[in-house]
Structures are given as structure tokens and as C-alpha cells.
């Protein structure tokens, strides 16, 4: 399901197909980043009392494990240790 007229979609493909690869890397960095800021942002509105640091590891441990964010937090508390 899609609110894109056919005609629209064939312009954006059309342009994508001639887009140079920076372009197209462009594209998808921004998307991407977009992504991640929404799904960081929902985190934060779902624990609102959480401080940013605390926010992070979810985010880590929701997309990409427990043992990834296990290691952050671990790297964090020995970064703050030797500071």
C-alpha cells in the first residue's frame, strides 16, 4: 500500500537510476540517520526519566544485543574511571 502515484514512482526511480553512487550513498546516510534518531527518540519517550548515557545502551541493546551494550556500559565505566 503506497499513497505514490505511479507516475511519481517512476520519476524517483528514474532519478535514482541516474543518481551518481555519492548521491545515492548520500541518500540512504540520511535515511539512515533518520532511522536511528527515531527509534532513539522513541527509547527516550518510552523512559523519560532515563539520562541520555542510560538511553544509548538500550538503544544499542535493542538493536544490536545485550552483549554489545553489556560491552559499552563496561567501556564507559572504565573510560570514566581512568579520566
Not at 541516474?18 to 523512559?47: D, Q
Not at 538493536?63 to 564507559?76: P, Q, T
Amino acid at each position: 500500500m503506497t499513497d505514490t502515484t505511479p507516475q511519481a514512482e517512476a520519476v524517483w526511480l528514474d532519478l535514482m537510476r541516474k543518481a551518481s553512487v555519492a548521491r545515492k550513498f548520500s541518500i540512504v546516510s540520511a535515511l539512515t540517520r533518520t532511522a536511528m534518531r527515531c527509534a532513539w527518540n522513541g527509547i527516550k519517550e518510552a523512559h523519560p526519566d532515563l539520562p541520555d548515557r542510560e538511553i544509548d545502551i538500550l538503544f544499542i541493546k535493542y538493536h544490536h544485543g545485550e552483549k554489545l551494550a553489556d560491552e559499552y556500559r563496561s567501556f564507559l565505566e572504565r573510560k570514566r574511571d581512568n579520566d
